[in-house]
């Protein structure tokens, strides 16, 4: 709970460190499963404008343009999640019902 804490006070400094970043990610998951899609978003594109590159983090970001109904920012973090780990399924399973197959 102290990593939620002092994450929810981050104002955007450097962000040389890994675990800064992952941190960062797992404060956006949380957003996420609570429905503060938006908060998930900012959270999770901080990670990602500092450097972090995952599937995971993109699979997140998808589910988060999602759930504010974004289909098209959706889908391209699905791909890109699908292009860093072609074996996601999650990120598969996801893109496919937004493209209606």
């Known amino acids: 709970m102290k990593t939620l804490i002092r994450l929810t006070g981050y104002k955007g400094g450097s962000l040389g460190k890994f675990n800064d970043l992952i941190e960062l990610k797992e404060l956006g998951h949380f957003y996420l ?23 995971e983090l993109f699979y997140l970001l998808g589910l988060a343009y999602e759930g504010i109904r974004e289909v098209t920012e959706a889908k391209k973090y699905y791909e890109k999640a699908i292009e860093k780990d072609p074996n996601y399924e999650l990120a598969q399973e996801r893109l496919k019902k937004l493209v209606g197959g």
């Open 33 to 55: 499963i609570n429905q503060k899609f938006n908060e998930a978003i900012s959270v999770l594109k901080k990670a990602e404008d500092n450097g972090l590159d995952d599937a």
